[in-house]
């Protein structure tokens, strides 16, 4: 039986007369790891900062290993939740050694096991030989690291980790990715990490929440998110994609000017109103055999494949992806291309039905 | 279930302790502002009438000569040193400092000894037959020796402004067009204009406060006027009523002060520092003259001439030194630990238990500064003398015995009043060192557990220690330099090394002066140096 470590439910906060969050529910599962993801601004980071104590909500309630910490009328301090966090700029301590910054946390216990409990974290990411230098003799990865085991150091129940990879350069962040989701599965933690980069949510998180203006929009894993999004800012933020016009007629069928998406009774419904549909690039094929043309407006070269831009008659643009490998089709040139869909997203107005398709 | 409100009961009791301390360091302003409310003396009219449009001309006056002084010669400074190489520059960069060292009243009397009649400058020139002479105890004598006190104020800020401008500016212009001269009055001048303002209004201060120097040029400003107004007509509330004309000026400047502040950093543009332009021949020696000019009327010509006296002193007057030096560090020791130990406070509520007020009352708490000695010591004594006489009663009554002037009579009300003058000091090194730690850190630290003086003692005292260190000794000097207001609270014939200097130069005893006055500057020296070392 898994159980919820944290439940967040209906939590609002408020920052003067600004809504920071509004209606905010979310639960996470024992050894989880949970992303919150959104531009900055959204109320992802207050969150975080509400779950860890250090903001009280103004309505709702937070919930960790069923203590209720936060509610309008209670608020635990950070130090009693027994939360570890790792910050943005991993603060860590400037004039402590690594081994004091990691045994700061548990400096209440007998020496012995201290400095037993340090070395052996210290072991788990590869830095028994820092252990005695100072914050700023570390590289960004190595600090990163020992904010984690810091954090690690005092066995909370959840973890949070605020914006981790946003002090490293490009070719680090890759490697710390992949390291940190392993150490964390290893560690068997709980944890809750916020980013604005979609990438490192796909990467680590077993569940996202995407955030907008103070809500969850939607709470799902990666697959669900970026193919069956259920809002228009989901759909949008998460990828590229064109939200193509579509009819449906009273039978249910969904017709666009690249064709039928799928024939489905249970849509009729929807009939007469205004609808359109999300086409991802890979969902839009090159195929020089098919009846559907556009006008190649655009191509980026991006190494591995190349997008092409595509005016379609309706004078509505589309991406496609092909592999660079592929004949090039000239600018201002003609191009075959067929749907390959295999979810119907369907908008009409800002949320989204969602239905499987065969593709054709 | 807690159904309490979340609250926190500990930032209470400091931002308790917070509104005490800026109280305490306001209540000698109220109290000049008050004495209107008091009866008037007899020698209003008088003074009124024949003494008080002397006072405003002359500080207004002064204040004229010194900000243009200062202007000139800080800013030309300025900017040769953080624009153009020359032999020396290194040198000069730092030494030009070394005025801020010395008390102005100890430039003053060497000059002043220098330029006596029988002194070593005219006794010289009528021996080669020259039989001119001049008589330095004039405002402009004053001015003179102000500026060259107080020219490194201009300099300091006025480079720090150029530094943080950057060269980029400056070449963007000559690449528009703009002459290299002209660079500096279209271009560099106008975006320096903040940092010169708030040099200028520090300037404008430290003359308003200024006591030894303009006494013995025989220069009546409003500080004298004070302090003649207590001990020659023995009216408090004269003095008062005078300190408070002074507050309305100060106030205006601190006002200015304030603004021009907040405007410095609109230009900033970091790591654009360029390289500086290399002089050579004609220019080079003109920078190199000018500079060493500078430093030597003000640094070398007064240590010189100091020493020159000192050496001269028998033993016994050293010995004498003796007692003067303790009363000297003890002040400075108690000053210092105690403006430190309460701007830690201050500036450590404000970042763990901030409330909009809080930042007003850490302001009021350092008001101080702009105060000059004298207004100070006539704000204190007032409310000091009517408690001091409710509590002899009161021990009096409770136990029998008189147990004398516990405030007035002690050093207590120098402690206080030192204190009061000199929070800014120290509060400017706390601030400064706190803000460079994020507040992540602090988050960090109460995540383990550790908050309120648990977490000052664990994180942020080892982290700033050197700004501690920095406040502690910055106020140290300041406080053993001060010379009015510790003339005017202290007890009856207990001197410090500053006091002795002022009773000895007024009596015209220059060589025994020298004795205290070249301990009091190697102290300040050894300081700046010090510091100086650790910015680096």
């Known amino acids: 039986m898994t159980r919820n470590v944290l439940e967040v439910s209906d939590v609002a906060y408020s920052y003067g007369s600004t809504q920071v969050l509004n209606e905010v529910d979310l639960k996470v599962e024992e050894g989880e790891i949970a992303c919150l993801l959104g531009a900055s601004g959204c109320g992802k980071t207050t969150l975080l900062r509400c779950i860890a104590g250090f903001e009280s909500v103004a309505n709702g309630m937070i919930v960790i290993n069923g203590t209720m910490v936060s509610s309008k009328t209670r608020l635990v301090p950070p130090e009693s939740r027994n939360v570890g966090i790792v910050f943005q700029d991993y603060a860590l301590f400037p004039h402590l050694t690594v081994s004091e910054n990691i045994a700061f946390g548990i400096r209440q216990k007998d020496p012995e096991s201290i400095s037993k409990k340090v070395s052996s974290l210290l072991a788990s990411v590869n830095l028994e030989s820092k252990k005695d230098a100072y914050p700023q003799e570390l590289s960004g990865g190595q600090q990163q690291r020992v904010a984690l085991i810091r954090a690690l150091a005092p066995e909370p129940d959840l973890l949070l980790l605020d914006e981790p990879f946003s002090n490293l350069d490009n070719s680090l962040r890759e490697k710390m990715k992949r390291e940190l989701k392993a150490l964390l599965k290893s560690f068997g933690v709980t944890a809750v990490l916020v980013t604005h980069n979609q990438d490192e949510a796909f990467d680590i998180a077993d569940k996202i929440a995407v955030m907008q203006q103070g809500r969850i929009l939607q709470w799902g894993s990666a697959y669900q998110l970026y193919h069956e999004p259920l809002h228009h800012f989901v759909a949008e933020f998460l990828g590229s994609g064109v939200f193509l016009p579509a009819d449906l007629t009273t039978e249910g069928r969904l017709e666009t000017e690249l064709g039928v998406i799928t024939d489905d009774p249970s849509l009729a419904q929807y009939s007469d109103t205004h609808l359109s549909i999300l086409l991802r690039p890979d969902d839009i094929v090159a195929d020089d055999k098919s009846t559907h043309k556009a006008r190649v407006v655009a191509i980026a070269f991006r190494g591995m494949y190349q997008v092409y831009s595509l005016r379609l008659e309706s004078g509505k643009e589309i991406q496609c992806f092909t592999s660079s490998h592929e004949q090039r089709h000239e600018v201002n040139s003609m191009m075959g291309i067929r749907l390959a869909v295999h979810h119907a997203v369907i908008f009409s107005g800002e949320n989204a039905i969602v239905r499987h398709v065969n593709p054709t | ?536």
């Open chain 2, 1 to 536: 279930m807690n159904s309490d409100k979340p609250s926190d009961p500990k930032g209470r009791w400091w931002r308790l302790s917070t509104i005490l301390i800026a109280a305490v360091a306001i209540a000698p302003i109220v109290t000049v502002l008050l004495s209107w409310l008091l009866p008037f003396s007899e020698h209003w009219d008088h003074f009124g009438q024949t003494i008080l449009p002397k006072l405003v001309v002359n500080s207004l006056g002064l204040l004229c000569l010194v900000a243009i002084g200062t202007c000139v010669i800080g800013l030309s400074l300025g900017w040769i040193i953080s624009q153009f190489d020359f032999p020396g520059r290194r040198f000069f960069q730092f030494a030009l400092l070394f005025p801020l060292a010395i008390p102005a009243y100890v430039i003053g009397f060497v000059y002043l000894g220098l330029t006596a009649f029988s002194g070593p400058l005219f006794t010289g020139l009528r021996s080669i037959g020259v039989g001119f002479f001049f008589d330095m105890k004039t405002i402009y004598g004053a001015a003179f020796v102000l500026v060259l006190s107080l020219y490194p104020y201009v300099y300091l800020l006025t480079k720090q402004g150029f530094a943080t401008i950057g060269h980029r500016y400056f070449e963007a212009a000559r690449a528009l067009g703009v002459s290299s001269s002209q660079v500096f009055f279209k271009v560099a001048l106008p975006m320096n204009r903040p940092w010169l303002f708030v040099a200028l209004s520090l300037v404008g201060m430290e003359t308003l406060a200024d006591f030894g120097a303009v006494s013995i040029f025989v220069v009546d400003t409003f500080s004298v006027g004070i302090y003649k107004a207590w001990y020659g007509f023995f009216s408090p509330t004269l003095a008062a009523q005078l300190a408070s004309i002074l507050v309305v000026i100060v106030g205006g400047i601190v006002i200015f002060d304030k603004v021009q502040r907040g405007k410095r950093s609109f230009v900033s543009l970091t790591g654009l520092s360029g390289r500086r332009r290399r002089l050579h021949g004609r220019k080079a020696i003109i920078c190199f003259g000018y500079c060493c000019t500078l430093f030597l009327l003000s640094f070398v010509i007064p240590m010189l001439q100091l020493l020159v006296w000192a050496l001269q002193l028998d033993a016994e007057i050293w010995e004498s030194m003796l007692e003067l030096t303790s009363n000297s560090v003890l002040i400075g020791l108690m000053v210092s630990l105690l403006v430190t130990g309460l701007c830690l406070l201050l500036v450590y509520t404000y970042r763990f238990y901030s409330r909009p007020f809080i930042w007003m009352a850490s302001q009021a708490a350092t008001l101080g500064y702009a105060l000059p000695g004298s207004v100070l010591a006539i704000g204190l004594f007032l409310p000091l003398a009517a408690m001091d006489h409710r509590l002899a009663d009161f021990i009096m009554n409770l136990t029998g015995t008189d147990p004398g002037l516990l405030l007035t009579g002690t050093v207590f009300a120098v402690v206080i009043g030192l204190s009061i003058r000199f929070m800014a000091v120290g509060h400017a090194q706390l601030h400064a060192a706190q803000q460079r730690v994020s507040k992540r850190i602090d988050e960090a630290a109460q995540n383990f557990g550790s908050t309120g003086i648990d977490q000052m003692k664990r994180i942020h005292i080892p982290i700033a220690w050197k700004a501690v260190a920095a406040s502690i000794s910055l106020v140290f000097v300041d406080s053993i330099k001060e010379m009015p207001l510790t003339l005017m609270t202290r007890p009856f014939s207990w001197d410090t090394l500053s006091v002795k200097i002022f009773e000895l130069i007024s009596e015209g005893e220059w060589e025994m002066a020298a004795a205290p006055a070249v301990i009091l500057s190697i102290v300040g020296l050894t300081s700046l140096v010090l510091l100086g070392k650790e910015a680096k």
